[in-house]
């Protein structure tokens, strides 16, 4: 069983930013590719980003993409979303997820765990 726990969160300025962590209690952390999702008010879970077991090979959601940066640190055991120039429209929960498996996808239906979310609000 892998336990995810987020961080980071917050009510930030539109063109401000934040650095999301997700904690992941698993001794083999490093088997794993991470992602992060948001959700929006009334909409479905979308795809944010994804990394790879090493870190070598990454993807984003075209929204997102030159404004966020996924990474991760193995001996940590933890994720990172580094999140720049945000506006209003990246306002959700952010969910990070790991799947069991060390190739990244944006396929959320692949993921095995879920972390319980952190609210990222962002003012005009």
């Known amino acids: 069983q892998v336990q995810l726990v987020e961080s980071g969160g917050g009510l930030v300025q539109a063109g401000g930013s934040l650095r999301l962590s997700c904690a992941a209690s698993?001794?083999?952390?490093?088997?794993?590719?991470m992602a992060w999702f948001r959700q929006a008010p009334g909409k479905e879970r979308e795809f944010v980003a994804a990394?790879?077991?090493?870190?070598?090979?990454?993807r984003y959601a075209d929204s997102v993409k030159g404004r966020f940066t996924i990474s991760r640190d193995n001996a940590k055991n933890t994720a990172y979303l580094q999140m720049n120039s945000l506006n209003p429209e990246d306002t959700a929960v952010y969910y990070c997820?790991?799947?069991?498996?060390?190739?990244?996808?944006?396929?959320?239906?692949?993921?095995?765990?879920w972390g319980q979310g952190t609210q990222v609000t962002v003012s005009s």
């Open positions: 997820a790991a799947r069991n498996v060390g190739v990244s996808t944006d396929d959320k239906y692949e993921y095995d765990y």
């Open positions: 698993v001794r083999t952390f490093s088997r794993y590719a």
């Open positions: 990394i790879s077991w090493s870190g070598g090979s990454t």
